[in-house]
């Protein structure tokens, strides 16, 4: 049997009251570490939100809208074509994009992205030229100008450099590396996706003589006319023109430079293509006339 000393009523009281102010600190000092943890949970789950919110906004929400970046190109003649299609063209001033519409400057205008690879820097594509048409309408509506796309003779005249011209094989150099982004292995047998190559953000590579970006290769290039060769077979032209608008009818819009999975091609190779095709090959710039 436990046997247990008696002792004062003073003692126990004061027993108690220390046994009871032990218990409430040791409570409170739970209760403030449980807060404490709360508070730092609630802060890390309001960072995660908040990350999330922003990498949610740059993903879905529409770039804020900004107007293309032109470059004057002032009027002259040049010899467009090579060969027994080589043609004197002269040209009066024009304003052309400096860089290829981007997929924020597209995102901006019509609210959606086709383009395969994805960036907003990137050039837009897998856009067809009536594609791009819808699009130019609507920068119109917002802007008040009158963008279009450049004749197939601004092209080429832009792309050999203007009357800045050194006479290079590619937009800005003899060497396509310092101005195109193009495949190198040139491999079109195998799928795109697993090719290893893409496009490239605009204006990483050099610019030609007037300051232009990526006119020998990055994605080739939508131009207004109806190609010289459709319908099939192609006659050249050959005679002098001042600012040809190209056949006023036919079954085939033109492309122009190169794109990331082809070979490099020069400043005047184009490519007869039909107006509803898509592609991620395939992206634009814009022009308009200057007054």
Not at 64 to 91: Q, S
Not at 130 to 135: A, K, P, S, Y
Not at 204 to 226: A, F, Q, R
Not at 240 to 251: D, F, R, V
Request: charged share 20%; proline share 6%.
């Amino acid at each position: 049997m436990i046997r247990i000393k008696s002792i004062s009523m003073t003692a126990l009281l004061a027993f108690t009251i220390i046994a009871a102010s032990a218990t409430y600190a040791q409570n409170a000092k739970v209760s403030t570490n449980q807060q404490k943890g709360r508070s730092a949970t609630a802060t890390r789950t309001g960072q995660t939100q908040s990350t999330a919110v922003k990498k949610t906004n740059s993903t879905v929400a529409n770039p804020v809208f900004v107007e293309p970046e032109m470059v004057l190109v002032e009027g002259g003649a040049f010899t467009m074509g090579e060969d027994k299609e080589a043609h004197k063209v002269t040209l009066s001033s024009f304003y052309i994009g400096k860089y290829e519409v981007t997929q924020a400057l597209w995102k901006a205008i019509m609210g959606n992205n086709p383009s395969h690879f994805k960036g907003n820097n990137l050039p837009v594509e897998t856009v067809s030229w009536d594609d791009v048409q819808e699009f130019i309408k609507k920068l119109n509506a917002k802007t008040g100008k009158q963008y279009r796309l450049p004749t197939e003779a601004e092209w080429e005249y832009a792309a050999r450099g203007g009357n800045k011209s050194k006479g290079y094989k590619y937009s800005g150099s003899n060497n396509p590396d310092e101005v195109a982004w193009y495949n190198t292995s040139f491999d079109t047998t195998t799928p795109i996706d697993h090719r290893k190559i893409h496009t490239h953000p605009i204006g990483t590579k050099k610019p030609n003589e007037l300051g232009i970006y990526d006119m020998s290769g990055n994605v080739m290039e939508w131009c207004n006319d109806y190609d010289q060769s459709s319908p099939y077979p192609k006659k050249p032209q050959t005679n002098a023109q001042t600012n040809p608008q190209g056949p006023a009818s036919g079954n085939s819009r033109v492309r122009r430079s190169s794109d990331y999975s082809f070979d490099a091609v020069d400043v005047y190779t184009s490519s007869p293509t039909s107006p509803d095709f898509r592609d991620p090959s395939t992206g634009f710039r814009l022009a308009y006339s200057a007054k």
